[in-house]
């Protein structure tokens, strides 16, 4: 059985991660739903390389199509993970304004 995926929805109930997608050139757009189908229903491919725990609550996908990009999410039950924020990776780590961002969009569902 797959996870329950979720897409964080702003204020104005806008699901920001899903736009971002959309808005990426088509071969891009179609790598990251790809990896985001394998991601909901097996179980591997929620294990390293594909995927990695950030913070106690927070983790992340690593998805590389022409550039590489990360959705960091968390999971608000047993199968059911919220997509909290995506970016293109430019960098080893992960800014601290993203993982900041995916913190305060995580304490609106706690």
């Known amino acids: 059985m797959g996870l329950n995926i979720y897409y964080h929805k702003s204020s104005s109930g806008r699901e920001i991660i899903y736009n971002y997608i959309e808005f990426l050139d088509k071969d891009t757009e179609k790598t990251i739903n790809a990896s985001l189908r394998k991601f909901r229903d097996d179980h591997r491919y929620r294990q390293e390389p594909y995927c990695k725990k950030i913070t106690k609550n927070i983790f992340e996908i690593r998805i590389k199509a022409k550039d590489c990009y990360r959705i960091l999410y968390a ?3 047993k199968d ?7 970016f293109k990776k430019k960098t080893n780590k992960i800014p601290k304004k993203d993982l900041k961002l995916a913190v305060n969009r995580l304490k609106l569902y706690e």
């Open 75 to 77: 999971f608000l039950y």
């Open 80 to 86: 059911t993970v919220v997509l909290l924020h995506i």
